[in-house]
Each structure stands twice: as structure tokens, then as C-alpha cells.
């Protein structure tokens, strides 16, 4: 039997590292000791008498995840690999095939190949399977797989995809690509413009400004800013975005922990690009971050609308920590503080439910804030917008449609059996709705609401008291209104589907660029964004 005695030695030491570096070891010094002392020895009997062979590697991982799962899902061990993609992402620059991948059971799938890069030369296309790289099955990896689809620019690298059924082999020469926080910004009209800001890389402050001036000087007064879909990044970043509109010295964000040294206070230190151009801001329910920084901060300081739906509600601050032989490990280490008090933190990962998840803030106990002028914002579930726009919402339907994947695999199947060539006259239409509804019962989707985990909770209680037979009638009746409410779920979500289903098939034939260019002329919170910019009186009331 091996014995991978080094392996066993080193990486409890790591752990040690660790605890080592924080305030709690001094202030649990025995408590923490003595729980390293017994993993380690549980460890090294385990991978000594265990009757099969151990991979010593495989189960520390499961260890340090398992235990970093029972504290929030942003606290992560990140091994070599990861932490030098974590670095080339936070610094805009990536070398591969140019695709966003993700990583599905046994498989990588294509999300979208961007345009003109190395995967679309090649003809790779979103919804194409990725099952082998340089013959290698990528099947028996875990999370790592697109770690084989980097390289050096200029080397080859050979796929087997599956397409509709069929499997192809390709050969995808990498490239240098960089990752624009600002993909898209033009004029929507004579005089507004329009700044797509996706993600809040070491560019993006930078980008954002190019992007306003570049704006002004084609005449823009007025300035939609969409964080809609941009989950975050760099803190420094968000605050020298809100830099851009607001005045130097101004307090931005403030971050609270239980460590001394991690209380910060975040102010603008450069002069603003433009303290006066009328300022719109876009958010969504996959707003979150420093995209909710950016906008809680101009919200609190009245320095723009904000329009949308909910943002995503997370106030939790990471910092990255080195540990032993490349490794590093990312800890939550403070929560954030818009400028008018707010954390808008939405989930408690510290109290859970019985079921092990985490609870959400309820509405009763938000707590409420004044903005620079007085206006009452409120914490408790992420930034809620001055101008709420209905069809932004997601609702319980539409996040397990989505988290199923069914709006992307309908959109490629969509691609693969209609033409769609002219941008601007393009519709989802009621056949095409229809269409989803067909594909839905074909794929056999169902979902459980809240509700019926609660009244089957109920019924399991009832059982147990033997009272179901007495309420056995009222149980059956509260069934069948859950059947018939969860019938009608699909219909009447119908607004909120279209536009998910059209933004995504958009895509599949004209890339995000296309689908920024369509939103100018057709899209909800883009329009009213504009109505409100274009009315000074109303824009000055919403603000005062």
C-alpha cells in the first residue's frame, strides 16, 4: 500500500498556516491547536489503514471545501492553476480559444464564442459540448477542465464537440485576447449615451471614463450607465467608477469587520470627469458586488437614477490570502457599507434553515437609511431602484427555468432551425412562445415551489400527530390550487421568458454586440431611462 507520507506532512502544515495569520488563533489558541492536532492524526491513520489506496490530495480537497462550504460560498481554496486565472481575469488579459465556457457535469459547453476571436474563426458556436481536448476525455475532471483549453498564443489546440447530436473535431489556434470591462458604448440618440460596463476588472475605471468623453465629444448630455448582468470585481475599481461622477474626497463605501486592520473607509481621490451630466443607472436581480457599491453610492449620494429590478444583494468583502507552495485562499473577511449606512447584504449564511440554507432578510426588518438629500433607501436585500421596471423581476420561474438551462438549450435549438439575418425587424413571437411552452413539457420540466415544500412539511407533521385524516379535504384542495397556479406559472411569466428567450437567440446570431445595438431601440429600462433623462423636472423630483 503507498504511504505518501510528504503529502501527509505538508499539507496540515498549510492549515496551520492559515489559522496562524488570523486574530482567532490567539484568542482560541487551544481550541484551534488541539482540533489541528487531532485532523492530523486522523488524517495519517486514515491514509495508513484505509483497506483501499488513498489519494491523500483528492481528500484534503473534499475536506477544506466541505469545511469552507459551511461558511459562505465566496470563502474559497484556490490551488496554482486557479490562482493564476484568477490573476490573468482581474488583470484583462487571457490567452485561449476566446470563449466564455462553462463547466456542465461531464462536459464544457460553449456559452459564447466572442466574435472575431479564435473559437468563432474556428466555427465554434454557443451549445456546442466541448468532451475532449487533445484527445484528452475531460469527463473524469471535476471543475478544472477549461484549465486545458489555455496555452501560449499561437498554439494549437484539437476539440471533439458534440453539435445537435453529432460529434465534430476541430483545431482552435489560441490567442491573446483582452477582456474589455466596457464591451459596447454609442449614442442612443442625438444626445444620450450609452456605456455597457460588464465586469470591474483593473480597466474598467479607465474604460468607463475613454468611453464618456469618446461620448461627450458626439454631443451625449445625458449618460445611461448599464450594470445589468455584472456580477463585480475590484473594489478599488468601484469606487473610482463612482470617482468619475462625483467629487474628490467624497466617502464612497465603508467595509466592518471583527479584525481592526479590515475597517476601511473608501473615498474618491481624483478630480470627477463631470459632477453635472444627467446620470441613469441599470441594475438587475445579477447586479452584484461593486456593481451594488456603484449604485448604492450614486443612489446615496443623489447623483443618479437608478432603474431596474433588486440587485443581487451581496455586501460581503473578500481578500485573498497566500498560503504554502503557490496556493491561496479567499476569505470573507468584511461586510460593506454604502455611503448612507446601508449593508445590503441579502443572505444570512449564519443562520440557516433546517434544510442547511440560507436564510433570507425579510422585508418587516429592513431597516431604513437617508440619502445626501434626504430621500429613505432601505438595507436588508440588495439596492433597490428609485424607478422599479416589472419585467426585470425574476421570479420563482423564471430562476428554475434559467437554473436549468432551458432558456440557453432552447435558444440553440432555435439557432439550428430558424434564419433569422435582419437584426432590427426581429420578434419572439407568440408561435415561438408557444414553441418554448412545447419544449418545456418535452424536456419534462417541473419545479417545486416554497409553498409545496412547506405543505408537504405539513402533511408529514399531520401524519405524525395522526390528524391528516381531519384535514385530509382542505390538504387536497390547497394540492390541486398549487397544480393549477404552477399551470398557469409559465403564462403568466410569459413577458419575463420572451425577453430572456430574445436576449439570449439575439446573441446566438449576432453576439452581445448585436443584442447591445438591439436594446437601444427596444429595450424597457433603456426606454425609460431615456423618458426620465428627457424630463429635467422629473429627474430633479426623483433625486430631491
Not at 494549437?156 to 465534430?168: A, C, D, H, P, S
Amino acid at each position: 500500500m503507498k504511504r505518501f507520507l510528504t503529502k501527509k506532512v505538508i499539507l496540515p502544515a498549510a492549515i496551520i498556516v492559515v489559522f496562524l495569520s488570523s486574530t482567532a488563533f490567539n484568542s482560541n489558541f487551544f481550541e484551534i491547536a488541539k482540533q489541528i492536532e487531532i485532523f492530523t492524526t486522523m488524517f495519517k491513520e486514515l491514509n495508513m489503514n484505509y483497506v483501499d489506496d488513498t489519494n491523500p490530495g483528492d481528500l484534503m480537497d473534499t475536506a477544506i471545501k466541505s469545511m469552507l462550504d459551511e461558511l459562505d460560498p465566496y470563502t474559497r481554496f484556490y490551488n496554482e492553476q486557479d490562482v493564476q486565472t484568477a490573476r490573468i481575469n482581474n488583470a484583462g488579459d487571457y490567452t485561449g480559444i476566446g470563449a466564455n465556457v462553462r463547466t456542465l457535469k461531464d462536459k464544457l459547453v460553449i456559452v459564447e464564442p466572442y466574435k472575431d476571436y479564435a473559437a468563432d474563426k474556428a466555427g465554434l458556436k454557443a451549445g456546442d459540448e466541448i468532451i475532449k481536448i487533445d484527445g484528452v476525455d475531460i469527463s473524469g475532471f471535476k471543475e478544472d477542465a477549461g484549465n486545458l483549453l489555455q496555452g501560449a498564443a499561437g498554439t494549437n489546440v484539437n476539440l471533439t464537440y458534440k453539435r445537435q447530436g453529432k460529434t465534430n473535431t476541430i483545431t482552435v489556434t489560441r490567442e491573446s485576447l483582452e477582456i474589455n470591462a466596457v464591451p459596447h458604448y454609442s449614442m442612443i440618440n442625438d444626445d444620450t449615451g450609452y456605456i455597457v460596463l460588464r465586469k470591474f476588472n483593473k480597466k474598467a475605471s479607465l474604460q468607463t471614463t475613454k468611453a464618456l468623453n469618446s461620448l461627450k465629444n458626439l454631443g451625449a448630455k445625458k449618460i445611461i450607465l448599464d450594470l445589468r448582468g455584472n456580477p463585480g470585481g475590484l473594489l478599488n475599481e468601484a469606487v473610482n467608477i463612482v470617482n468619475i461622477f462625483v467629487p474628490k474626497e467624497q466617502l464612497v463605501v465603508t467595509t466592518k469587520s471583527k479584525v481592526k486592520k479590515y475597517n476601511k473607509t473608501y473615498y474618491t481621490k481624483r478630480e470627477p470627469v463631470d459632477l453635472e451630466i444627467p446620470l441613469a443607472v441599470l441594475i438587475d436581480g445579477k447586479s452584484a458586488s461593486a456593481s451594488e457599491i456603484v449604485s448604492g453610492a450614486l443612489q446615496d449620494l443623489d447623483r443618479a437614477v437608478v432603474i431596474g429590478a433588486r440587485s443581487f444583494g451581496k455586501g460581503l468583502v473578500q481578500r485573498p490570502k497566500p498560503l504554502t507552495y503557490g496556493t491561496q485562499m479567499k476569505i470573507t473577511i468584511s461586510r460593506y457599507y454604502t455611503p448612507s449606512g446601508r449593508c445590503i447584504q441579502a443572505l444570512d449564511y449564519w443562520n440557516r434553515d433546517e434544510k442547511g440554507n440560507a436564510t433570507r432578510t425579510k422585508k418587516e426588518n429592513y431597516n431604513s437609511f437617508k440619502t445626501k438629500k434626504g430621500r429613505i433607501v432601505f438595507d436588508g436585500g440588495g439596492i433597490q431602484p428609485d424607478i422599479e421596471i416589472e419585467a426585470s423581476k425574476q421570479t420563482p420561474i423564471t430562476k428554475a427555468i434559467e437554473a436549468e438551462n432551458l432558456i440557453f438549450d432552447f435558444a440553440t435549438d432555435y439557432f439550428y432551425n430558424n434564419k433569422v439575418s435582419n437584426l432590427a425587424s426581429f420578434k419572439f413571437s407568440e408561435s415561438d412562445f408557444s414553441s418554448f411552452k412545447s419544449y418545456l413539457k418535452t424536456n419534462n420540466f417541473n419545479f417545486e415551489t416554497q409553498t409545496e415544500k412547506a405543505l408537504a412539511a405539513l402533511n408529514t407533521i399531520a401524519e405524525d400527530e395522526e390528524i391528516n385524516d381531519d384535514i385530509n379535504s382542505e390538504y387536497n384542495q390547497l394540492v390541486t390550487a398549487l397544480n393549477t397556479y404552477k399551470s398557469a406559472a409559465i403564462n403568466k411569466n410569459k413577458e419575463k421568458l420572451s425577453l430572456l428567450l430574445r436576449d439570449e437567440i439575439i446573441k446566438r446570431y449576432f453576439y452581445s454586440e448585436g443584442l447591445y445595438d438591439y436594446y437601444k431601440s427596444n429595450n424597457t429600462e433603456i426606454k425609460k431611462a431615456i423618458d426620465i433623462l428627457n424630463n429635467p423636472s422629473e429627474y430633479t423630483k426623483i433625486l430631491n
